[in-house]
């Protein structure tokens, strides 16, 4: 890789984890990782790289009172990198996320202690009435793509693309479970959740809309497909997960390929008039 595609694959991560990334010096760079900007590790990337692998060069941590061990983190961040680390293969996003997730678990599994001042000396209370204790019900937890069908993931080039669909019977409804789906801790993590919805009600009033979402020209692309498939009161999100390098056309084609497959998948398009369309 030359250094021109090196800046490209970083300019990609400041496009998905923006003002994330600082160049310090001729292949030496800081990121910051994501939801935790008090974190930040500092990397030299070889001019071979991605044949060979980047070195870390230090860990910058601003919570000390949170991060105690900081040569815990080190081993901790190396080893993550060694295991997602891949020759001719661009690692930052993945290795990046895989980071987020360690440090999302870190901090879940060792919370904050709070620090209460001793207070001044004076006659303990009288006890208080005992109280029944009733047991907290555990929340439930939902699965917001439960009701989704999905499609089977296409990958290319580090960038994955799922497609969903569901039947919906007014613009209400689509816009309350579009707001659901994306509440996934996964799919709230795409680079881009292209959405595009075809509703006929009891009264004949139709509607049909889109949502780039950030990917220029793709819901109108997907708005198509289903006039094309003549498929009605379903709303179809296609997820795309960003892998570094840009794929130009060929994004396109894999978010109507993903589309395509679970509109057929949810038995959304009449197959006798998908089949004389494309005859």
């Known amino acids: 890789m030359t250094v021109e595609e ?18 310090l010096g001729p292949q030496i760079y800081t990121f910051k990782i994501p939801n935790h900007e008090y974190l930040a590790v500092q990397f030299t990337f070889p001019e071979s790289y991605p044949e060979e692998i980047p070195q870390l ?4 941590n601003d919570n000390r009172s949170r991060f105690t061990d900081t040569a815990y983190l080190e081993r901790n961040i190396i080893e993550i990198l060694n295991r997602v680390f891949v020759p001719d ?27 209460v001042p001793n207070p001044s000396p004076t006659l ?20 917001p793509t439960k009701d989704w069908a ?54 004949g009033v139709q509607y049909q809309d889109c949502d ?7 819901g109108g692309r997907l708005l198509h497909l289903l006039q094309m498939m003549d498929a009605w009161n379903v709303i179809v999100v296609v997820s795309r997960w960003f892998g570094g390098i840009h794929l130009g056309p060929d994004r396109f084609k894999h978010i ?15 197959d006798t008039n998908n089949t004389k369309k494309k005859k």
Do not use: C
Not at 6 to 23: F, W
Not at 130 to 136: A, G, L, Q, R, Y
């Open 57 to 60: 060069l230090q860990v910058i």
């Open 150 to 203: 999905k499609s089977d993931p296409i990958l290319d080039r580090n960038s994955t693309f799922i497609g969903y669909a569901r039947k919906v019977d007014s613009l209400e409804q689509a816009q309350t479970y579009l707001n659901e789906l994306i509440t996934d801790k996964k799919i709230s993590r795409a680079t881009h959740n292209i959405s595009s919805w075809r509703i006929k009600t009891m009264d």
């Open 89 to 115: 293969q661009v690692v930052l996003f993945e290795f990046l996320t895989e980071l987020q997730e360690f440090f999302d678990k870190y901090v879940e599994e060792h919370p904050e202690k709070e620090v």
């Open 256 to 270: 109507n390929s993903a589309a395509r497959d679970v509109l057929i998948k949810g038995n959304f398009v009449n």
């Open 212 to 218: 780039d979402d950030g990917e220029t020209a793709a």
């Open 124 to 143: 303990p209370p009288p006890p208080p009435p005992p109280k029944v204790i009733t047991p907290e019900k555990p929340i439930k937890q939902v699965d």
């Open 6 to 23: 090196l800046k490209d694959e970083i300019e990609a991560i400041d496009a998905i984890y923006p003002n994330s990334v600082t160049p």
